[in-house]
């Protein structure tokens, strides 16, 4: 029996002891949030309505101090062919998506004119610069990117980052000074009364509960069996229910009369929309068309073939191609080469065939191969979702650096399942 209970009691003390561990675990600066789900997205909803590029890594770092800035900057194209089963309004809202208010948004610009709250109205195949200031507001490591949230179609998940916030909780402050010259710190203003609100409203809501379930349960549930609900009340009962809807209402219309007293002056909520216009296009380089496109789902390798004409007065060549925050580059431009500070996801080489350059008038038809596991990872597989079809940005460039940036927007992807070629991944 003695050693039954020493038994018992060490395993409740095992458990204690690893709830603990997980619970400082949770609470440790180390701790940091992996991933925010956007692969819980359809394929087709990434790659073919909003692509985030020129994304920069946080600045000056991604290591800051609580209370401290730091900006994010980017730039975001809207496809030219918006999916049919997504509604397009073009009412957005550029935002952060980070797991909980760790961070506290500043201000942004779109195209360089300054929003703090309003949403905007972009237009189709539109390209926007943005640049948001952020402030760092608890400590941990945190993953966090841009977002553009749409109306009507949801929020659009740019590339992910990770940033260090260092400090103690609690250190931090946001003061305001409000249009009567008041500063008030926005971390606790209206607390203490939010708090006694609550309370005192649970407090009535617990009194209510209180007197009809101390009534015997039985007893009732047997008037109603038996037909007779009107006997379910007695007048005892309709006075009480008469001072509790009196009493609400009362005391509502009494704490608008008293906050209308302390707060003379409001304004109402601005739901003001501005229109921006999207960046000049860039200089045309090329005219291009894909003609076809395959996922051989064993190799995991997507290739397409697109027919490019020389536009310009260059040879050019694709650099890159860019879907749902992954990057192809091709290996076989001189530099070209993965920097570690992408905030972007590495898919890998993308093989161009042939690879020489586009003359100045020559019309070449290409093909692009890209085998990559993270066509499996991303969840970016197109044959098993109900709309099978592709899109992304293709980069192509000449040797002065000029470049252009094609998208494909609505291209059928025909799915391979035959046997694997090059082996896999």
């Known amino acids: 029996?003695?050693?039954?209970?020493?038994?018992?009691?060490?395993?409740?003390?095992?458990?204690?002891?690893?709830?603990?561990?997980?619970?400082?675990?949770?609470?440790?600066?180390?701790?940091?949030?992996?991933?925010?789900?956007?692969?819980?997205?359809?394929?087709?909803?990434?790659?073919?309505?909003?692509?985030?590029?020129?994304?920069?890594?946080?600045?000056?770092?991604?290591?800051?101090?609580?209370?401290?800035?730091?900006?994010?900057?980017?730039?975001?194209?809207?496809?030219?062919?918006?999916?049919?089963?997504?509604?397009?309004?073009?009412?957005?809202?550029?935002?952060?998506?980070?797991?909980?208010?760790?961070?506290?948004?500043?201000?942004?610009?779109?195209?360089?004119?300054?929003?703090?709250?309003?949403?905007?109205?972009?237009?189709?195949?539109?390209?926007?610069?943005?640049?948001?200031?952020?402030?760092?507001?608890?400590?941990?490591?945190?993953?966090?990117?841009?977002?553009?949230?749409?109306?009507?179609?949801?929020?659009?998940?740019?590339?992910?980052?990770?940033?260090?916030?260092?400090?103690?909780?609690?250190?931090?402050?946001?003061?305001?000074?409000?249009?009567?010259?008041?500063?008030?710190?926005?971390?606790?203003?209206?607390?203490?009364?939010?708090?006694?609100?609550?309370?005192?409203?649970?407090?009535?809501?617990?009194?209510?509960?209180?007197?009809?379930?101390?009534k015997p349960f039985t007893r009732r549930l047997g008037l109603v069996a038996a037909g007779r609900k009107e006997e379910l009340f007695n007048p005892l009962d309709k006075q009480v229910c008469f001072l509790f809807t009196v009493g609400t209402i009362v005391i509502v219309a009494a704490a608008a009369l008293i906050t209308k007293a302390q707060y003379p002056v409001t304004i109402p909520i601005q739901e003001t929309k501005y229109y921006i216009k999207p960046l000049p296009p860039e200089p045309t380089l090329i005219q291009a068309e894909v003609t076809d496109a395959t996922y051989d789902v064993p190799g995991r390798t997507l290739s397409f073939h697109i027919q490019v004409k020389n536009v310009g007065d260059k040879p050019v060549v694709l650099k890159e191609f860019l879907t749902a925050n992954v990057r192809f580059l091709n290996p076989d431009i001189p530099g070209n080469t993965w920097n570690p500070s992408f905030p972007e996801v590495n898919g890998g080489p993308m093989k161009v065939s042939p690879s020489e350059p586009i003359n100045p008038g020559e019309t070449k038809t290409i093909e692009v191969s890209m085998q990559s596991a993270e066509w499996e990872n991303q969840r970016l597989t197109m044959y098993n979702e109900t709309t099978n079809r592709f899109g992304g940005l293709l980069f192509f460039t000449d040797p002065s650096g000029t470049r252009q940036i094609y998208a494909i927007a609505d291209q059928i992807v025909i799915p391979k399942f035959g046997v694997a070629i090059g082996g896999g991944m």
Request: aromatic share 14%; hydrophobic share 45%.
């Open 1 to 214: 029996m003695v050693e039954h209970v020493a038994t018992k009691t060490k395993k409740i003390l095992l458990s204690f002891l690893s709830l603990g561990l997980v619970m400082s675990w949770f609470h440790s600066p180390s701790y940091a949030v992996q991933g925010m789900g956007a692969k819980s997205q359809e394929a087709f909803l990434r790659m073919r309505t909003v692509v985030f590029y020129d994304t920069l890594s946080f600045a000056p770092t991604n290591r800051v101090k609580v209370g401290e800035e730091f900006s994010c900057t980017g730039k975001v194209m809207l496809m030219p062919t918006w999916p049919e089963e997504i509604p397009f309004t073009g009412i957005s809202f550029f935002n952060f998506f980070v797991p909980g208010p760790q961070v506290l948004r500043k201000a942004i610009w779109v195209n360089e004119k300054y929003f703090q709250f309003n949403s905007v109205v972009l237009e189709k195949g539109g390209t926007y610069a943005y640049k948001m200031v952020l402030q760092a507001r608890n400590p941990g490591i945190f993953p966090m990117g841009p977002m553009l949230s749409m109306e009507g179609a949801g929020p659009f998940i740019g590339p992910e980052e990770f940033l260090t916030i260092e400090g103690t909780k609690g250190s931090f402050t946001n003061p305001v000074k409000t249009l009567l010259g008041n500063t008030v710190d926005l971390e606790n203003y209206g607390t203490a009364r939010m708090i006694t609100w609550t309370i005192f409203t649970t407090l009535i809501g617990v009194v209510w509960l209180g007197y009809w379930l101390a």
